[in-house]
């Protein structure tokens, strides 16, 4: 747990609480807070579910917070194992829940968390209901209750190569038409325009309660031998272990390193408009396609925020506060073969912003250097002409 740069709560025995209608929450040992930063406030608050309440002020660091910690001395005895546990806001605070990989890798994401890789290949690996029907399931409430592009890339490529068996997708081209829910699952429907031996060519749409959601058409090849081969050159950027840990998509299982902490909320921290940032899953998936849908998924991450950058005044903090933020396309082709759970390269270039689009286009490296992927995204960022809360949204939802 963090406020700014201080640490004020650290322990690897906490407690997660889930409740109806509410995000997670984390409860930390009392011992292990450090309570010469916060002094009691007097405020109490009533659960009826849990009981009373008492909060602390955090005065220890600059600024100062009224109540952003609370604690049930007496709790109700349906929920007697939070005597002697506290919690914490994290609209102010920073809590960043670190996971210990197999490699003896720590990996940072912030809590909430959205879930885990692993659900996310859930999501991703569409199942048949009918011919060439499938169906992405629903994953549940989440803290922005968005169904991001990438994933609906990731699925459209799942569905297309069991439609298609035997031919692998090399391209992808998918609008991004109305935003959905991850509280339901989306329909994902394949009209195979051409099935050949050596090519084909399908078309994806993806549904959810009877509304289109994303269309795309997918190219895919039974291969053959190289004639020759050409590719660009890897940037010259420091490599993963020279690069700065990422937490902030909250997701366990995915490890981000970002070269040079380019990608950054500060909306007065400027740069070029590049970030360049590495990427594997702690798990690989057994299929070839997964991994395809698995590389595709990540990118759409990055480009609002890279046409963000030469910006001051502008950043990923305005985004859905401010800030009306949206992959609207993304065409992807498919180069090489790439392990996902081994580290690749995003290097990822905004080349033009304007009329509230942001334009860019990225390349996606394996850490020998091979190019596995390239992909170009169109984007909007436009400013509400009122305020989220006013339309009946927060900086959550709004979309």
Same mark, same amino acid.
């Given at each position: 747990?963090?406020?700014?740069?201080?640490?004020?709560?650290?322990?690897?025995?906490?407690?997660?609480?889930?409740?109806?209608?509410?995000?997670?929450?984390?409860?930390?040992?009392?011992?292990?807070?450090?309570?010469?930063?916060?002094?009691?406030?007097?405020?109490?608050?009533?659960?009826?579910?849990?009981?009373?309440?008492?909060?602390?002020?955090?005065?220890?660091?600059?600024?100062?917070?009224?109540?952003?910690?609370?604690?049930?001395?007496?709790?109700?005895?349906?929920?007697?194992?939070?005597?002697?546990?506290?919690?914490?806001?994290?609209?102010?605070?920073?809590?960043?829940?670190?996971?210990?990989?197999?490699?003896?890798?720590?990996?940072?994401?912030?809590?909430?968390?959205?879930?885990?890789?692993?659900?996310?290949?859930?999501?991703?690996?569409?199942?048949?209901?009918?011919?060439?029907?499938?169906?992405?399931?629903?994953?549940?409430?989440?803290?922005?209750?968005?169904?991001?592009?990438?994933?609906?890339?990731?699925?459209?490529?799942?569905?297309?190569?069991?439609?298609?068996?035997?031919?692998?997708?090399?391209?992808?081209?998918?609008?991004?038409?109305?935003?959905?829910?991850?509280?339901?699952?989306?329909?994902?429907?394949?009209?195979?325009?051409?099935?050949?031996?050596?090519?084909?060519?399908?078309?994806?749409?993806?549904?959810?309660?009877?509304?289109?959601?994303?269309?795309?058409?997918?190219?895919?090849?039974?291969?053959?031998?190289? $004639?020759?081969?050409?590719?660009? #050159?890897? &940037? *010259?950027?420091? +490599? @993963?272990?020279?690069?700065?840990?990422?937490?902030? !998509?909250?997701?366990?299982?995915?490890?981000?390193?970002? $070269?040079?902490?380019?990608?950054? #909320?500060? &909306? *007065?921290?400027? +740069? @070029?408009?590049?970030?360049?940032?590495?990427?594997? !899953?702690?798990?690989?998936?057994?299929?070839?396609?997964?991994?395809?849908?698995?590389?595709?998924?990540?990118?759409?991450?990055?480009?609002?925020?890279?046409?963000?950058?030469?910006?001051?005044?502008?950043?990923?903090?305005?985004?859905?506060?401010?800030?009306?933020?949206?992959?609207?396309?993304?065409?992807?082709?498919?180069?090489?073969?790439?392990?996902?759970?081994?580290?690749?390269?995003?290097?990822?270039?905004?080349?033009?912003?304007?009329?509230?689009?942001?334009?860019?286009?990225?390349?996606?490296?394996?850490?020998?250097?091979?190019?596995?992927?390239?992909?170009?995204?169109?984007?909007?960022?436009?400013?509400?002409?009122?305020?989220?809360?006013?339309?009946?949204?927060?900086?959550?939802?709004?979309?």
């Amino acid at each position: 747990m963090w406020a700014a740069e201080v640490m004020i709560a650290e322990s690897d025995t906490c407690l997660v609480v889930t409740e109806t209608d509410h995000v997670d929450r984390l409860y930390f040992p009392e011992s292990s807070v450090r309570w010469e930063l916060f002094s009691e406030s007097g405020h109490t608050s009533v659960c009826p579910f849990k009981g009373v309440a008492r909060y602390w002020d955090l005065v220890g660091v600059q600024p100062t917070l009224e109540n952003p910690v609370w604690a049930y001395p007496e709790p109700l005895p349906e929920v007697a194992g939070l005597e002697g546990y506290v919690s914490f806001f994290d609209d102010d605070l920073s809590i960043v829940v670190v996971e210990k990989w197999s490699d003896g890798t720590s990996v940072p994401a912030r809590f909430p968390l959205w879930g885990d890789a692993g659900e996310l290949q859930r999501l991703i690996d569409v199942e048949p209901i009918g011919p060439l029907r499938f169906e992405g399931p629903a994953h549940g409430p989440t803290r922005r209750d968005v169904v991001e592009g990438g994933q609906f890339a990731a699925q459209a490529i799942a569905a297309a190569s069991k439609s298609l068996g035997g031919q692998r997708v090399t391209s992808a081209s998918m609008v991004f038409t109305k935003a959905a829910s991850f509280t339901a699952p989306v329909d994902v429907e394949v009209e195979v325009l051409r099935r050949g031996r050596t090519f084909s060519t399908a078309q994806v749409r993806i549904s959810q309660h009877g509304t289109l959601r994303s269309a795309g058409l997918l190219l895919a090849d039974a291969g053959a031998p190289e $004639v020759f081969t050409s590719a660009p #050159p890897m &940037p *010259d950027v420091p +490599g @993963p272990d020279s690069s700065v840990p990422f937490a902030g !998509f909250a997701m366990t299982g995915r490890e981000l390193r970002i $070269v040079d902490a380019a990608y950054h #909320p500060d &909306p *007065d921290r400027v +740069g @070029p408009p590049r970030i360049d940032a590495w990427v594997r !899953f702690r798990d690989a998936p057994a299929e070839t396609y997964l991994h395809q849908a698995l590389l595709a998924q990540s990118t759409t991450h990055w480009t609002i925020a890279a046409g963000m950058r030469p910006h001051r005044g502008f950043g990923e903090a305005l985004a859905h506060r401010s800030l009306s933020t949206g992959i609207m396309k993304v065409t992807i082709a498919f180069h090489d073969d790439a392990d996902v759970s081994d580290w690749l390269l995003y290097s990822n270039h905004a080349f033009w912003a304007g009329r509230g689009l942001v334009q860019g286009d990225g390349h996606v490296f394996t850490r020998d250097g091979r190019l596995a992927a390239s992909y170009t995204v169109q984007a909007m960022v436009r400013e509400f002409n009122r305020d989220p809360a006013a339309m009946g949204h927060d900086d959550r939802t709004a979309m």
